[in-house]
């Protein structure tokens, strides 16, 4: 008889949905590429003792969020002493490109959300050319550190964007998602627009990114976030800022078809 033995791979967990995505998915590369490792567990230690959306040494406080969805791999565990453990934030998808198809089905919601988000989801799913917007601001304005790393992306930006698309699609409607309404209302403008706030934004703040899925066409933010709102939508054209953080570094986590501005 042959004895099997168990060999674990952990993947350090850390940062908010977008980030841990990214982790999860070069988490299962690994596993699949590397055979002499048999199980994927999820280390979340990073997460102990932090307060939600609280800044504190820098960063700013986050969840475990990945349960969210129906994934292979659930098991959480610290990793112990001597384990075999991926830490980093593998930000492209070269990092995950042999389990592709993989991750987008293992990338689907398991919660039920408000009635209001499916209303919206209606909405998206009867336009024919609808474009998601995504708005980062939050963290990286009250964050100094996140705002110095990170940066916030301007009106001049997202009007560019509009441009583009407007000259893409007939009569889009155009689907704005962010934390902050108010300043969308007063910077972000087109013809057919909804506003979508934290009233739909539901389920540990998954709820933007449950409906981004479901546009057609994206303009992403910087934002791992807002990146996976696009991939997993498959979306059909998609608008992205070719300086991703604030000194023109991260412009790789773009895909090859995507338009930069």
């Known amino acids: 008889m042959v004895q099997k033995f168990i060999m674990n791979l952990y993947i350090y967990l850390q940062g908010g949905l977008g ?31 932090q307060e939600t959306k609280v800044v504190k040494n820098g960063l700013t406080g986050r ?5 969210v969805f129906n994934i292979s791999y659930s098991d959480v565990e610290e990793a112990p002493e001597g384990a075999t453990m ?14 592709i198809d993989q991750i987008r089905k ?17 909405q998206i799913l009867s336009e024919d050319n609808s474009v998601a917007i995504h708005v980062r601001r939050g963290d ?46 007063g910077n972000i403008n087109a013809p057919n627009i909804t506003y979508v706030g934290s009233e739909c934004n539901d389920y540990k703040d998954t709820g933007h990114l449950f409906l981004m899925t479901k546009c057609r066409n994206h303009i992403i933010a910087n934002s791992s976030f807002s990146w996976w709102s696009s991939f997993l939508g498959k979306s059909q054209c998609t ?15 773009m895909l090859d078809d995507w338009i930069k501005i």
């Open 239 to 253: 608008i992205g800022p070719k300086k991703w953080l604030a000194d023109g570094s991260g412009s790789d986590i």
């Open 140 to 185: 990286y304005i009250y964050n100094p550190t996140a705002n110095t790393y990170h940066g916030v992306l301007d009106k001049e930006y997202y009007d560019k964007a509009i441009d583009i698309m407007n000259s893409k699609y007939n009569h889009p409607h155009y689907f704005v998602f962010s934390e902050d309404v108010d300043w969308c209302k």
């Open 106 to 122: 293992e990338f689907v919601f398991n919660v039920h959300f408000s009635e209001e988000t499916k209303k919206v989801q209606n």
């Open 63 to 67: 969840n475990y969020d990945l349960d």
């Open 86 to 99: 991926l830490k980093g934030w593998f930000q492209n998808i070269k990092e995950f490109s042999n389990v």
């Open 19 to 49: 980030n841990q995505m990214f982790q999860y998915a070069a988490g299962v590369s690994a596993l699949k590429e590397y055979s002499q490792f048999t199980d994927l567990k999820l280390d979340t230690s990073f997460y102990n003792g």
